[in-house]
């Protein structure tokens, strides 16, 4: 049973992976899924946020159980390994499997949360072989970048349910009742460009690689280098010896993933030598520090032919001084349990063209008051760089409740099947959840999901054993409600 449950997921999910599905771009795989629900005779609505929702009548009987929502997101973080061809928007993720993983080839696996839809769409294929109330399905667009499809939502879609179980959580065995709030700040300037000077004769290309990246919420505290931050370190130790005279920096591409390397090219008076042995000294000193979690970094230099343009001198103070301002990494643990964060930031990404430079940059905090002081500190930290400023909607954080009667039962169920009890944890990361209940405050709910490895990476994989295990037991606590009272 459990082989075919496993196949039968993963035939789902290699449909999804076939569909380019980066964030703000969800229209052909919600479309997908839209005919999905249609093929099975059953109700579906794609709001105008190209989100998915759909209704399951309940098992013969359980008409008046409780209403329960499955919920996943339909969006992926996009990246790839270094030199590896990849575009987003256009193309398929090549999946590898192997006895104990599922994982891609050169990109992300999109586990995160395709697996999440791949094990619900495989539930209302075989909604016959378990008892369950009524189910109301809802994948959203838009989760990774800025929650938009969830926060659109029309209200009416959840305000009727008593129960959510959401399937965004990335480690088997856990049941998540609590998350991190957040907001998405871009910072930005309008660039000037001069020639360059010819007293600056060297032009160099540094390449920062070999870095790990990962998840800006769950990785923040696992030592993982910025590669921003190591730009910006680069950049001080140039200036402490010589003039430069930046071109570029261009470094990550979305704000929930941690930068895994970077480019820079500047001219500058230093000797080829000078920068080669100061990038060389900087990669001793960060593996000295990281040596347990950043073996593979490197630090390169090279020559270039001299650019045609570099950035203004006030330009490029402001922006060095912003870089190096920002923090990323982690405030703030827990004064309760300081194994746990409390509060973080990822700056996750900088763009440079020719009329402008913006930075990414995702705060997160387990408490709403934290998400308004880091609010105030970067629009300090840009006002005094002379940069504008943009704030995304708050998401809040989701609140622990000890005394959930749907955390109690899933908690019943997983031990039943597993033969021990599951690990109940609060996670520094952002989930949908805290938008469902503004729609809904008596909504009960909890995150559950497979192991999934290293997301928001290119080394993202799905261990294999933890799909049919966490495919059971959705359908043993589903079956469980049906037999409650509706709230």
């Given at each position: 049973?459990?082989e ?6 993963l ?10 599905r980066?964030?703000k771009?969800?229209?052909?795989v919600?479309?997908y899924?839209?005919?999905f629900?249609?093929?099975r ?7 105008n ?9 309940a098992?013969?009987?359980?008409a ?6 499955l ?6 973080v ?20 192997d ?6 080839e ?8 395709g ?7 495989w ?9 369950h109330?009524?189910?109301r399905?809802?994948?959203?667009t ?7 499809g969830?926060?659109?939502l029309d209200?009416?879609y ?5 129960y959510?179980i959401?399937?965004?959580s ?8 609590g ?7 871009t910072?930005w300037r ?5 020639r360059?000077?010819t007293?600056?004769p ?7 690689g070999?870095l ?10 696992c030592?993982?280098i ?5 730009a910006?370190?680069i950049?001080?130790?140039?200036m402490?010896r010589g003039k ?11 704000f ?19 920068v080669?042995?100061?990038?060389a000294?900087i990669e001793r000193?960060?593996?000295a520090?990281?040596?347990a979690t950043?073996p593979n ?16 001198a006030?330009d490029?103070e402001?922006?060095?001084n912003l870089?190096?301002l920002?923090?990323?990494?982690v405030?703030l ?8 964060v ?8 900088v ?15 387990n ?12 629009e ?10 943009k ?5 809040p954080?989701w ?7 749907l ?9 039943a ?6 690990k109940?944890?609060?996670?520094h ?11 809904n405050?008596k909504?009960?709910i909890?995150?559950?999901g ?5 997301i928001h ?9 933890t ?8 359908a ?6 049906s ?5």
């Amino acid at each position: 049973m459990s082989e075919t449950i496993l196949n039968g997921v993963l035939a789902e999910f290699e449909k999804l992976a076939a569909i380019p599905r980066p964030s703000k771009h969800e229209e052909q795989v919600s479309n997908y899924l839209k005919a999905f629900f249609e093929e099975r005779g059953l109700t579906v609505v794609q709001d105008n946020f190209k989100n998915i929702i759909a209704e399951v009548p309940a098992s013969p009987g359980l008409a008046d159980a409780p209403l329960t929502i499955l919920q996943a997101h339909m969006d992926m973080v996009c990246v790839a390994a270094e030199g590896y061809a990849f575009e987003p928007t256009r193309d398929a993720i090549k999946l590898i499997r192997d006895e104990e993983f599922l994982s891609a080839e050169g990109t992300s696996l999109g586990a995160d949360n395709g697996i999440g839809i791949a094990e619900i769409l495989w539930l209302v294929n075989n909604r016959e072989s378990f008892n369950h109330g009524r189910l109301r399905i809802i994948f959203t667009t838009d989760e990774e970048q800025g929650m938009s499809g969830a926060m659109g939502l029309d209200k009416r879609y959840v305000a009727d349910a008593d129960y959510l179980i959401n399937c965004d959580s990335e480690r088997f065995g856990e049941l998540v009742a609590g998350s991190a709030g957040c907001v998405h700040v871009t910072l930005w300037r309008e660039l000037h460009y001069v020639r360059p000077d010819t007293k600056l004769p060297n032009n160099m290309l540094v390449k920062i690689g070999g870095l790990r990246g990962g998840h800006s919420g769950e990785e923040i505290a696992c030592g993982r280098i910025n590669a921003i931050k190591v730009a910006a370190q680069i950049l001080r130790q140039i200036m402490r010896r010589g003039k430069i005279r930046l071109a570029s920096l261009s470094s990550g591409r979305v704000f929930n993933a941690i930068p895994a390397g970077a480019e820079l090219i500047f001219a500058t008076d230093l000797s080829i030598r000078v920068v080669e042995e100061l990038c060389a000294e900087i990669e001793r000193r960060l593996k000295a520090v990281y040596s347990a979690t950043e073996p593979n970094i490197k630090v390169e230099a090279t020559v270039l032919r001299r650019p045609e343009k570099v950035l203004h001198a006030k330009d490029y103070e402001y922006f060095s001084n912003l870089i190096t301002l920002i923090h990323s990494g982690v405030y703030l643990m827990s004064p309760e349990n300081p194994a746990d964060v409390l509060a973080s930031a990822n700056l996750g990404a900088v763009r440079m063209d020719d009329e402008i430079v913006e930075l990414k940059i995702l705060p997160r905090a387990n408490a709403d008051e934290l998400i308004a002081e880091f609010m105030e500190g970067f629009e300090q930290a840009a006002r005094l760089c002379a940069f504008e400023y943009k704030f995304s909607a708050i998401v809040p954080a989701w609140q622990f409740k000890p005394d959930s009667r749907l955390l109690k039962l899933a908690g019943e169920v997983f031990a039943a099947q597993q033969g021990y009890a599951p690990k109940v944890k609060t996670i520094h990361a952002s989930l949908e959840t805290s938008l469902f209940l503004k729609k809904n405050p008596k909504l009960e709910i909890i995150s559950i999901g497979t192991t999934n490895e290293n997301i928001h990476t290119p080394d993202e994989r799905l261990r294999l054993d933890t799909v049919a295990p966490h495919v059971k037991f959705i359908a043993g606590l589903l079956e469980k409600i049906s037999f409650l009272p509706a709230q």
